[in-house]
Nanobody, 124 residues
Framework: QVQLVESGGGSVQTGGSLRLSCLVSRYSISRYCMAWFRQAPGKEREKVASIDNGDSTTYTDSVKGRFTISKDNAKNTLHLLMNSLKPEDTAMYYC??????????????????WGRGTHVTVSS
């Protein structure tokens, strides 16, 4: 089973930047569809960004142009670069993997493996 460990969260002011990392163990990240999700207090979890096993990316509208998801295959690490942060970006951020994508050339959308999360706080 692939394992995920996030890091890089913290507290920043509005307009600041953070880069989240997700270390993937046991299997090559290049084979997986991966995503970043976030959940703010009292709100439902939402998918922020995803990257497939061909490195195509998608973003939720509220982060387009500000966040960038990427894979570092050499370090087996998923990143989320977050620029121009806003208070509404405050949340727990989770890395997730679609384990079935390892055996396929497409994403199933079933992000069944999760890390424990890293917290991001953006103050005004």
């Amino acid at each position: 089973q692939v394992q995920l460990v996030e890091s890089g969260g913290g507290s920043v002011q509005t307009g600041g930047s953070l880069r989240l990392s997700c270390l993937v163990s046991r299997y090559s990240i290049s084979r997986y569809c991966m995503a970043w999700f976030r959940q703010a207090p009292g709100k439902e979890r939402e998918k922020v960004a995803s990257i497939d096993n061909g490195d195509s990316t998608t973003y939720t509208d509220s982060v387009k142009g500000r966040f960038t998801i990427s894979k570092d295959n050499a370090k087996n690490t998923l990143h989320l670069l977050m620029n121009s942060l806003k208070p509404e970006d405050t949340a727990m951020y989770y890395c997730a993997a679609d384990p079935q994508s390892f055996w396929n050339t497409y994403c199933t959308g079933d992000y069944a493996v999760w890390g424990r999360g890293t917290h991001v706080t953006v103050s005004s």
